[in-house]
């Protein structure tokens, strides 16, 4: 090479060894080395290529290339569990450097691209847009936290670009602080035709009334019935269409519910309804009755968590679950008025009383399909727990705050008693307040208690 090299510049040299080219005059070296340094970058990038291609036959013989670009979507599909994003170590902008062959896959198949996220650089977003088409999005609008670095607070054109294509969203989850909720009530506005699920959850909200009171409703445009609704820290659009025939309901941290009619005319037309769960609230109710029971046949699970007293007895007293296998109810003790004691005293006892489907259906059953089983009852001087011992039968747990806890617990025990199988029962005292045991009557569970 170097030889061809000498030829080609007329030096006029026979090159042997290093050596041989002392004999080059000083004035010939630059335009030597400069020759040299050009064949090597040559022969370089040659070599480069060569190894390149050498690799890449290698690569191809490999298992993962002999999959169909079907299956191989699927596999990104599965294995890519964060957005498209390019800081993140998940990201498809990162698979799409690992060969050309994954390139053509990822950019051919508009499932890779259906994840939306308000975290996206705008110019990313738009591609995430562009190469989803024409396929439904699933959008996450969480401003408060996420994997994705700082909060952003300049969405003007994630808002709008999400707006634009409200028409594709699918599945929408967000959480927003306060001020951030004017704008997710404009993408809630827009136009969502196939939309099915929806978390709202407005972060950083105090509780108290006043609080509750300043975020409106959202509404919701025309559409598709939802088939999971999650409210958290935000009153819904109870009279909405679209929450009619639910399949699960979560509702957390409200203060305030006017009524519990809009709560139970879209419990009793979601027939399918199989998760109901209600946490935090509220703690003021304005009207304790109702006008028409609600029955969900196909409830499974039923959580009533830190709830007011007057919102669980209200709500047990008329919603009917058959079928559920998960109970857990946990009231919360409140600066309750006359008024309030003495409505919960009359939902009490609608609820337990010999006879009652309902008060059988929360400890395992209806009347008709009643499982005999075991039973820890603790009684407290302002509280009573009840809780199943045998979960293999389904998951029950409930605890009452009362301001007359013999009553009550007078009531369990007659209602028990008269189940079609009744359960034994482990019965405990505490010593929180000798005064109140010594008037908690025993009769009621003398037929039950094993111990």
């Given amino acids: 090479m170097i030889e061809g090299i000498c030829k080609e510049n007329d030096f006029d040299i026979q090159y042997k060894r290093v050596d041989s080219t002392d004999s ?49 979507a699927i596999i990104f599909k599965e294995f890519q569990p964060s957005s498209p994003h390019s800081e993140g170590s998940n990201s498809l902008f990162n698979l799409l450097l690992v060969c050309r062959a994954w390139y053509k896959t990822i950019t051919a198949f508009p499932e890779l691209w259906c994840s939306y996220d308000a975290r996206m650089p705008d110019n990313i977003a738009q591609r995430v847009i562009d190469h989803s088409k024409p396929l439904p999005i699933s959008v996450n609008w969480d401003t408060v936290h996420g994997p994705y670095g700082p909060v952003r607070r300049d969405l003007g054109k994630l808002l709008d670009l999400a707006i634009e294509n409200s028409t594709r969203i699918k599945s929408l989850a967000s959480c927003v602080p306060d001020y951030g909720y004017p704008d997710l009530r404009k993408l809630l506005k827009a136009p969502t035709p196939v939309l099915e699920t929806l978390r709202v959850q407005i972060d950083g909200v105090s509780i108290p009334v006043e609080a509750a009171q300043r975020l409106e409703p959202f509404e919701l445009s025309e559409g598709v019935q939802l088939d999971h609704l999650s409210l958290i820290g935000v009153l819904g659009p109870w009279r909405s269409p679209r929450l009619s025939n639910l399949k699960t309901l979560v509702l957390e941290g409200f203060a305030v519910f006017p009524s519990l009619d809009p709560l139970l005319g879209v419990l009793s037309g979601s027939q399918r309804l199989e998760a109901l769960q209600i946490v935090g609230g509220p703690r003021i109710i304005l009207e304790y009755r109702a006008n028409v029971p609600a029955v969900l046949p196909h409830l499974k699970k039923l959580v009533l968590s830190d709830v007011a007293s007057i919102f669980v007895a209200t709500f047990l007293a008329w919603v009917y679950t058959p079928s559920c296998s998960h109970v857990e109810v946990k009231d919360r003790a409140h600066e309750s008025s006359d008024q309030d004691s003495e409505a919960i005293k009359a939902l009490d006892a609608k609820i337990w009383r010999p006879g009652n489907d309902q008060a059988a259906a929360l400890v395992g059953g209806t009347s008709s399909n009643m499982i005999s089983g075991l039973l820890d009852i603790c009684i407290d001087g302002f509280w009573i727990g009840v809780e199943r011992l045998e979960p293999v039968r389904g998951h029950c747990k409930l605890e009452f705050v009362r301001t007359d806890i013999p009553e009550l617990a007078a009531r369990l025990g007659a209602t028990f008693s008269h189940l079609p199988f009744p359960p ?28």
Avoid: C, F, Y
């Fill in 24 to 72: 080059v005059p000083v004035r010939r070296l630059p335009t030597m080395w400069d020759a040299l340094k050009a064949a090597k970058a040559r022969m370089n990038q040659q070599m480069d290529q060569l190894i390149a291609r050498l690799a890449r036959r290698w690569n191809l013989a490999s298992s993962v290339h002999q999959l169909p670009v079907e299956v191989l």
């Fill in 424 to 451: 034994a029962v482990h019965l405990r005292l505490t010593h929180a307040n000798m005064g109140v045991q010594n008037l908690v009557d025993l009769t009621p569970w003398s037929e039950l208690l094993e111990s």
